[in-house]
């Protein structure tokens, strides 16, 4: 079961404790239901190309999924696999316009932020992560470097809106982080390919 595997960042608790003391907790439901049907839809392109689930890691913007073997998959699947959250969210969007309901306003709000979120094309947003897979390995240092360029001047320039820049300066941390370990992440993949052979 693929259930068992998904899980909250930590950094999403002092956020749930807010919400909860200011009687918001049923926002923040719309929030996270909205979140785990985006990350579901990757599971499911990941399942449909034939990969596995490692762990799926629920952030505030999206999640964070781990795939076995993803960077070995076949260009056409990386891009399925990272297009298919905000597809998810795209028709869940459509089919809530069909009916009323309370908190319409709020739930059609969220879905649109995390549609707009996701589609930029930086990394780790899906936006970026099908980029990726378009451009090749060759360049992929140059479009991190850039990603940490571009979410660093977003956390400026929405300095206004104390959520989306505290999004923004998550996303830099982790891109940064990604940068320090990428030289390791490629012995690592080419270990898997068995380009390289440990003493």
């Known amino acids: 079961m693929y259930l068992n595997k998904i899980r909250l960042h930590p950094i999403l608790l002092p956020i749930i404790i807010y919400l909860i003391v200011t009687s918001q907790f049923a926002y923040y439901s719309i929030i996270f239901s909205s979140l785990l049907i985006h990350e579901l839809g990757h599971i499911v392109a990941a399942k449909w190309t034939g990969l596995k689930l490692e762990s799926c890691t629920i952030l505030p913007y999206g999640g964070e999924i781990k795939i076995k073997r993803l960077h070995h998959a076949p260009a056409h699947h990386q891009w399925l696999i990272a297009i298919a959250g905000p597809l998810s969210t795209a028709i869940l969007y459509l089919v809530a316009q ?22 930029l094309p930086i990394l780790p947003l899906d936006g970026g992560q099908a980029l990726k897979a ?66």
């Open 134 to 199: 378009i451009i090749g390995k060759r360049h992929q240092d140059t479009y991190l470097a850039l990603s940490i360029c571009v979410s660093t001047l977003l956390i400026l320039v929405s300095h206004d809106q104390l959520h989306l820049s505290f999004i923004f300066a998550f996303i830099t941390f982790q891109n940064i982080r990604t940068w320090q370990y990428r030289k390791y992440e490629e012995v690592f993949n080419k270990v898997l390919t068995k380009q390289l052979t440990l003493p």
């Open 98 to 119: 069909l009916f009323e309901f309370p908190g319409q306003d709020f739930f059609n709000t969220v879905q649109l932020t995390i549609l707009a979120l996701n589609l």
